[in-house]
């Protein structure tokens, strides 16, 4: 099922952590699944939250390139982002355990950027942080490092899996400094717009608190309220019929 690019900008309206309380209204997934974990975290957190589909890839820097090995990965896997329904997310996992050397820095960034994709995510370091900030990219890693080493994409569009998520080229991801996850295809624009009605939701109990009226019973009233506005929402879009629906397609 395809999305629209206006549903994608509504999506990267809201944070990564309203994206999930919305998906898990749909009960398409267990709750414990479809995120990466604490390992994976933003490089630049004042960014805002980019959604993109992924383009997979592989790298190793603990050893040399393998003899005979092509020097164009690079060139073939951002040729590759058209394959994608939408702006692309690079999402490298390296292969060395532990990582050694950094996956990507200015020039992979510069490039990824010249070709349309919006960031790129990875279970191995960092490098020219301040470069890449300056460009603008949004970059997702597990921590920093000078060298460069070996550094070598071993494989491009298969599965990969980063921060404990699978994740298959062409998933759509959502991003930003509380995390990364995966939004199933099948609810995504439906998701993009019940977050403005999950958002109202929450406001109700937020705006209470903001007030400082510390009457308990006024504020067990506006949790509640929050509370059945959410288990409204719930059952439109997660209710038996609807899930019937989305599997069948």
């Known amino acids: 099922m395809s999305i629209s690019q206006?549903?994608?900008?509504l999506l990267a309206q809201y944070d990564t952590p309203t994206i999930?309380?919305?998906?898990?209204?749909?009960?398409?997934?267990?709750?414990?699944?479809?995120?990466?974990?604490?390992?994976?975290?933003?490089c630049f957190p004042e960014m805002p939250s980019i959604v993109g589909f992924a383009s997979t890839a592989t790298m190793r820097t603990a050893c040399p390139r393998p003899e005979g090995a092509g020097y164009?990965?690079?060139?073939?896997?951002?040729?590759?982002?058209?394959e994608l329904p939408g702006p692309a997310i690079v999402v490298f996992q390296d292969l060395d355990d532990p990582p050694v050397a950094a996956t990507f820095g200015e020039v992979m960034c510069s490039s990824y950027r010249c070709f349309g994709a919006l960031g790129i995510i990875t279970n191995g370091p960092a490098r020219d942080l301040d470069q890449v900030r300056r460009l603008g990219?949004?970059?997702?890693?597990?921590?920093?490092?000078?060298?460069?080493?070996?550094?070598?994409?071993?494989?491009?569009?298969?599965?990969?899996?980063?921060?404990?998520?699978?994740?298959?080229?062409?998933?759509?991801?959502?991003?930003?400094?509380n995390g990364i996850c995966n939004i199933p295809t099948a609810i995504a624009s439906e998701a993009a717009h019940a977050a403005a009605e999950f958002v109202a939701a929450e406001a109700v109990v937020i705006d209470f608190a903001r007030t400082g009226?510390?009457?308990?019973?006024?504020?067990?009233e506006a949790r509640k309220?929050?509370?059945?506005?959410?288990?409204e929402l719930g059952k439109r879009v997660g209710g038996h019929e609807g899930r019937s629906k989305r599997l069948e397609e």
């Open 6 to 9: 206006a549903d994608l900008k």
């Open 20 to 42: 999930s309380n919305v998906i898990e209204l749909f009960e398409v997934r267990p709750r414990s699944a479809g995120f990466m974990d604490p390992r994976i975290r933003a």
């Open 72 to 82: 164009n990965v690079l060139d073939e896997q951002v040729a590759r982002f058209a």
């Open 137 to 177: 990219f949004a970059a997702f890693s597990n921590g920093v490092v000078a060298s460069h080493s070996y550094s070598h994409i071993a494989s491009l569009h298969q599965p990969v899996r980063v921060g404990g998520l699978e994740v298959q080229a062409g998933d759509l991801l959502h991003a930003d400094a």
């Open 213 to 220: 009226n510390r009457d308990l019973k006024a504020y067990s």
């Open 225 to 231: 309220e929050t509370m059945r506005l959410i288990a």
